[in-house]
């Protein structure tokens, strides 16, 4: 048996500003929509245009408060091909939440608090 990595999921509170924050913040695309049959709920695959993984955002209909994210100790991870430009541009963006200079890596924060760790490309 082999497995292999097709996607992660995060539950969003807002689809629309959670979309423009990883296109915007990553140049991430969307790749389909899903939406249910009851309307109870939205999928939007997201991919970066490299690799066949994929963010599954999921937006469920009535819900008003944000996620109960315990301590965070999860994340996503991207690296990036220009570490430097992509720093200046999360600092003017102003989204990101942790950095690690000795590790040489920073995190960014979405909308509703998800981190997302920049890693250069070595």
């Not at 140049?27 to 695959?45: K, N």
Request: hydrophobic share 35%.
């Amino acid at each position: 048996m082999k497995f292999s990595f097709d996607h992660n999921n995060i539950n969003v509170l807002d689809l629309e500003k959670s979309v423009k924050f990883y296109k915007d913040a990553l140049g991430f695309i969307e790749i389909r929509q899903f939406h249910a049959p009851d309307d109870s709920f939205t999928l939007v695959f997201l991919g970066d245009e490299s690799t066949n993984h994929k963010l599954e955002l999921t937006w469920i209909k009535g819900r008003t408060e944000g996620y109960n994210l315990g301590e965070n100790e999860f994340h996503l991870a991207v690296v990036t091909d220009d570490f430097d430009a992509a720093y200046a541009y999360h600092k003017e963006m102003k989204c990101i939440c942790y950095e690690n200079k000795p590790m040489g890596i920073y995190f960014i924060m979405d909308p509703d608090g998800y981190w997302t760790e920049i890693i250069p490309r070595k």
